[in-house]
T-cell receptor, first 113, second 116 residues
Framework: AQTVTQSQPEMSVQEAETVTLSCTYDTSESDYYLFWYKQPPSRQMILVIRQEAYKQQNATENRFSVNFQKAAKSFSLKISDSQLGDAAMYFCAYNGYGQNFVFGPGTRLSVLP | GAGVSQTPSNKVTEKGKYVELRCDPISGHTALYWYRQSLGQGPEFLIYFQGTGAADDSGLPNDRFFAVRPEGSVSTLKIQRTERGDSAVYLC??????????????FGQGTRLTVV
């Protein structure tokens, strides 16, 4: 079974600075998808960024980018120019074709003014 | 509707009672997922539907939990003889397909279940 690990229960960053959230996963499959979801106090899970495993190029969405290392099974999220609105729980998730999404335990990000 | 809708948003029930939680997925989405989330933890998989059938129900904790999706759209999660340990936020998500390029899951706002 696939597992997702996030080793940082909590992180903090100064407003306008850069922060990196870590994620590792375990799978025997070669084709899959990885996601970062954000969950603010409202409970609504919001997709931040996604990466297809067959693509070597790291995904980027505005201030959010990933460092995908397939061989190491690592998928970190970098948030640049952090904003107060970025404060939330961040979950790393794995999805294999035709399977459920497997989530990590989450990292609580605080943004300090 | 435009997004995944879950009702009720909050439910308080007495221990031993039966509850039903409803999920309206995004129109046209064939995949539907139920998760349970305890405070400060990540979503825990319960069941995954592809169309009307349960493609994977390995996450259901015991036989008190059951879910249906009779017409391949709305789904209902049913919990019998509720226990205080069932208290959690129950999240529903839908996806256009069950994986592949359109695998993104869209989530509802969840139902907070409290068993007293």
């Amino acid at each position: 079974a696939q597992t997702v690990t996030q080793s940082q229960p909590e992180m903090s960053v100064q407003e306008a600075e850069t922060v990196t959230l870590s994620c590792t996963y375990d799978t025997s499959e070669s084709d899959y998808y990885l996601f970062w979801y954000k969950q603010p106090p409202s409970r609504q899970m919001i997709l931040v960024i996604r990466q297809e495993a067959y693509k070597q190029q790291n995904a980027t969405e505005n201030r959010f980018s990933v460092n995908f290392q397939k061989a190491a099974k690592s998928f970190s999220l970098k948030i640049s120019d952090s904003q107060l609105g970025d404060a939330a729980m961040y979950f790393c998730a794995y999805n294999g074709y035709g399977q459920n999404f497997v989530f990590g335990p989450g990292t609580r990000l605080s943004v300090l003014p | 509707g435009a997004g995944v809708s879950q009702t009720p948003s909050n439910k308080v029930t007495e221990k031993g009672k039966y509850v039903e939680l409803r999920c309206d997925p995004i129109s046209g989405h064939t995949a539907l997922y139920w998760y349970r989330q305890s405070l400060g933890q990540g979503p825990e998989f319960l069941i995954y539907f592809q169309g009307t059938g349960a493609a994977d129900d390995s996450g259901l904790p015991n036989d008190r939990f059951f879910a249906v999706r009779p017409e391949g759209s709305v789904s209902t999660l049913k919990i019998q003889r509720t226990e205080r340990g069932d208290s959690a936020v129950y999240l529903c998500a839908s996806s256009l397909t069950g994986g592949g390029k359109l695998a993104e899951a869209f989530f509802g706002q969840g139902t907070r279940l409290t068993v007293v």
